[in-house]
């Protein structure tokens, strides 16, 4: 199957610092990657670049077999959504419409959003469990609640290409499990989408991921997740001697 | 929350703007009943009627509301751009930049054409001005522009200052009316009006992508906004408009702050209904503020952004306590 997204000597830089240099990675569908590192690593920056929001020092990116830099941008949001870390609501709005605004590539200019819309932004309501809060003001909800709406518009945008960033922040724990098996059975195997994750918790990425980005000191180090996930590998990353142990579903890894 | 539905809005908003029409060119110093107005509208009727309700009331009504609509207009795009709800059409530096080429053709005795260039070519000078700073070597920001704004906005007030203290007396009460923004000497009445047609006409199309602008930059540029190009339009179009009616009216306040407020509590923040809801609503307000500032205290005439401020302010307050 072809590469959903694949870099060519992606150099990526951020206030002169490396983030990565020259690297080279296909993404097919069924994928499901952790991009994992230290705090300031170039992370976000990374996965921002990756949706075309900002431009590489150099080397290219292809996103479904096309130059991400020759696509108009709502072609591009036709394949690939983002979440962004962190958002705030300098206004109002319902949960509804908010999540409806995730259909906003696939309609035309004078388009108004129809039944098939509003029937593809609840069911995202309903896959992130606010379905409930359709008609309460944004404002008005948790941290938790809002990030449920931010991934319910990303669900009701559909892309192929899922780039989230810390998907799982301000998520309660059965939240955060509900969520990262959704996404899982997204890009499950035969799957068209791929996902992409910056996570800061290794043991979710050893638990839902299969392959892994690791950004260690301005080097970016692709694998699958057996090749990259390892006490050594991780511990000289993180700076912290971690020991990985048997977990009920998955590996662990605890600090020593 | 509860809105009222678009369909019933606008046709609500529609008996408003005529209301206020109808009282604008029916109700002045010299009475007129309302067959004589119809008949002097139609271009019947004695002369006298004629001159009145074409050559005064109608003008001064069109310029009223084309200078509401355009400031609510700027108001409620700026406040999306900058994705904060205390930005208004002179955030840019637009009226001071206004306020002293008004005031030193005022000052410097030129004639009266003269002050509404010198307005215009103000206004315009101060966005190129707060444009190329805000702008300087980094990336473009929001709060730079807005800071930029801000900034430059209080260097012409020191100007403002500086041209007033200089002024002879006799020229005060003029320079002071044109500060607080009056509409008894609009230079021009339906030029306004076809640059805020041209201008909605050209926001409109770009309502949804203001809407996802409105969730945050990263989340617009995800959903295929043009985030870079987007914002220099809009941009551009508010400080257009601006300048039109601050060239029109002075520096009328308080319209473009609180009406895209008042739209967004009423009708929601989807831009597709805010935006031309906002420019009926600001055109109806300010038409009906200067029908009043023009007969309260007849035959005497306040300066109608007195009575924008006077009646903007309880109004505001009222929808913000009514919203919780």
């Known amino acids: 199957m072809s590469a959903l997204l694949a870099t060519r000597g992606l150099t990526v830089s951020i206030a002169g610092i490396p983030v990565c240099r020259d690297l080279d990675l296909t993404i097919s569908p069924g994928e499901r990657w952790a991009i994992l590192g230290c705090n300031g690593a170039g992370k976000t920056t990374l996965l921002h670049t990756l949706a075309g929001l900002r431009q590489p020092a150099a080397g290219t990116i292809e996103l479904d077999g096309q130059r991400l830099d020759a696509m108009s941008p709502r072609d591009v949001a036709r394949i690939r959504g983002l979440l962004p870390q962190d958002d705030s609501d300098a206004f109002g709005a319902t949960v509804l419409e908010t999540a409806l605004i995730g259909r906003h590539p696939h309609l035309s200019r004078w388009q108004w959003e129809g039944d098939n819309d509003l029937r593809i932004a609840r069911a995202a309501l309903a896959a992130l469990d606010i379905a409930h809060a359709e008609s309460r003001d944004v404002r008005t909800l948790s941290g938790g609640e809002r990030r449920r709406v931010a991934l319910a518009t990303l669900f009701a945008q559909e892309p192929r290409l899922f780039l989230l960033d810390e998907p799982s922040t301000h998520l309660d724990l059965a939240h955060q499990l509900a969520l990262l098996d959704r996404l899982t059975a997204l890009a499950g195997g035969g799957a068209e989408r791929a996902i992409v994750m910056v996570l800061h918790d290794v043991n979710l990425a050893t638990r839902f991921c299969d392959h892994v980005l690791l950004l260690d000191k301005g080097e970016a180090i692709a694998g699958t997740a057996t090749e990259l996930l390892t006490a050594e590998r991780l511990s000289r990353t993180y700076g912290v001697r971690l020991s990985k142990l048997a977990g009920p579903a998955s590996a662990v890894f605890a600090p020593e | ?324």
């Not at chain 2, 008004?102 to 315009?124: Q, R, S």
């Not at chain 2, 203001?210 to 990263?218: C, D, Q, W, Y």
């Not at chain 2, 941009?235 to 060239?247: I, K, P, R, W, Y």
């Not at chain 2, 055109?283 to 903007?312: F, H, N, Y």
């Open chain 2, 1 to 324: 929350m509860t809105r009222v539905a678009p369909a019933p809005a606008f046709g609500l908003l529609a008996a408003m703007v005529l209301t206020a029409f109808a009282l604008a060119v029916g109700v002045g110093s010299v009475a007129l009943d309302p067959a004589t107005v119809l008949r002097a509208l139609a271009g019947d009727g004695d002369a006298t009627a004629r001159g009145i309700v074409q050559g005064l009331r109608l003008p001064r009504a069109v310029a009223a509301f084309a200078t509401g609509g355009s400031l609510a207009l700027a108001g409620a795009i700026l406040q999306v751009l900058l994705r904060n709800p205390l930005a208004d059409p002179y955030v840019l530096g637009v009226s001071g930049g206004a306020a002293v080429g008004a005031l030193m053709a005022m000052l410097v005795g030129a004639a009266a054409w003269a002050t509404p260039v010198g307005a215009f070519a103000g206004a315009l000078a101060s966005t190129v001005i707060v444009f190329v700073l805000a702008r300087g070597s980094g990336a473009w920001s929001p709060i730079r522009l807005l800071l930029t704004g801000v900034i430059i906005a209080s260097g012409w007030g020191a100007l403002v200052a500086l041209i007033l203290s200089l002024a002879p007396e006799t020229q005060l009460r003029g320079m002071l009316f044109w500060l607080i923004g009056d509409l008894s000497s609009a230079p021009a009445a339906w030029t306004p009006l076809a640059i805020l047609a041209v201008g909605t006409a050209v926001v409109l199309p770009f309502a949804r992508d203001l809407n996802a602008l409105a969730r945050g930059e990263s989340v617009a540029a995800a959903l295929g906004v043009a985030v870079t190009r987007l914002p220099w339009l809009m941009f551009s179009l508010a400080a257009l408009l601006t300048a039109v009616a601050v060239t029109t009216a002075g520096a009328i306040g308080f319209v473009g702050l609180i009406v895209p407020h008042g739209v967004r509590l009423l009708f929601g923040n989807d831009q597709r209904i805010a935006l031309p809801a906002s420019v009926l609503t600001g055109g109806a307000l300010l038409l009906a503020a200067d029908t009043l500032a023009r007969t309260a205290l007849a035959p005497s005439q306040l300066p109608v952004g007195i009575v924008t401020a006077l009646v903007g302010v309880p109004v505001f307050l009222y929808l913000l306590l009514r919203e919780r």
